[in-house]
């Protein structure tokens, strides 16, 4: 079964780093781009990142919101995408998802159930 | 800024036929694909590209574009349909590469 599992959330004060993991099984990790997905409280679906598969660059794009804060990055040896978040704000308050993006098209197909990531003092 | 229009709620009588709607530039040279969310779960791919399903998801959803509107409909739509819908698709211009609209809440009566 192919799978997604997102850890490493928490309560983080404003401006501390945090960093998540988003380990994955199931399929062959190396040959997909992989995703990060945020929703705040009561809010919808926000795209945060991806990071494309090495045999096409492993280039990464990011929201305006988060970019120079968060870097994705990936380890394929682990099967495991990260998500190193920085000077960490109230409105980065949100469930984080991992989802697999489609060998066909740009939909993200595999979801992992979230972690949630609260920023406060 | 770019950005995906969805109405926030829209309601369906049980059995009869709902479409959801999702307007923006990026739909012009993008699908969008829609994703269903209940309560307190993650969210799951229903729709993508021109009109495939994603696995396990019944015939009675699939998905048209036209111009910068895509649509999602429901054909005699079940108790179990009630949930949000997400459309997304890629964006090429400003500021976010992938966008999400910002959800219809569907009501089966």
């Known amino acids: 079964e192919m799978q997604v599992e997102e850890s490493g959330g928490g309560l983080v004060q404003p401006g501390r780093p945090l960093r998540l993991s988003c380990t994955t099984s199931?399929?062959?990790?190396?040959?997909?781009?992989m995703s990060w997905v945020r929703q705040a409280p009561g809010k919808g679906l926000e795209w945060v990142s991806l990071i494309r598969s090495k045999f096409y660059g492993g280039t990464t794009e990011y929201a305006a919101s988060v970019k120079d804060r968060f870097t994705i990055s990936r380890d394929d040896s682990k099967r495991i995408a990260y998500l190193q978040m920085n000077s960490l704000k109230s409105e980065d308050t949100a469930v984080y998802y991992c989802?697999?993006?489609?060998?066909?098209?740009?939909?993200?197909?595999?979801w992992g159930q979230g972690t949630m990531v609260t920023v406060s003092s | 800024s770019s950005e995906l229009t969805q109405d926030p709620a829209v309601s369906v009588a049980l059995g009869q036929t709902v479409r959801i709607t999702c307007q923006g530039d990026?739909?012009?040279?993008?699908?969008a694909s829609w994703y269903r969310q209940k309560p307190g779960q993650a969210p799951i791919l229903v729709i993508y590209g021109k009109n495939n399903r994603a696995s396990g998801i019944p015939d009675r959803f699939s998905s048209s574009k036209s111009g910068n509107t895509a649509s999602l409909t429901i054909t005699g739509a079940q108790a179990e349909d009630e949930a949000d819908y997400y459309c997304?698709?890629?964006?090429?211009?400003?500021?976010?590469?992938?966008?999400f609209g910002a959800g219809t809440k569907l009501t089966v009566l």
């Open positions: 997304n698709s890629r964006d090429s211009s400003g500021d976010h590469p992938h966008l």
């Open positions: 199931g399929f062959t990790f190396g040959d997909y781009a």
């Open positions: 989802a697999r993006k489609s060998a066909w098209g740009d939909a993200f197909d595999i």
């Open positions: 990026s739909l012009r040279n993008y699908y």
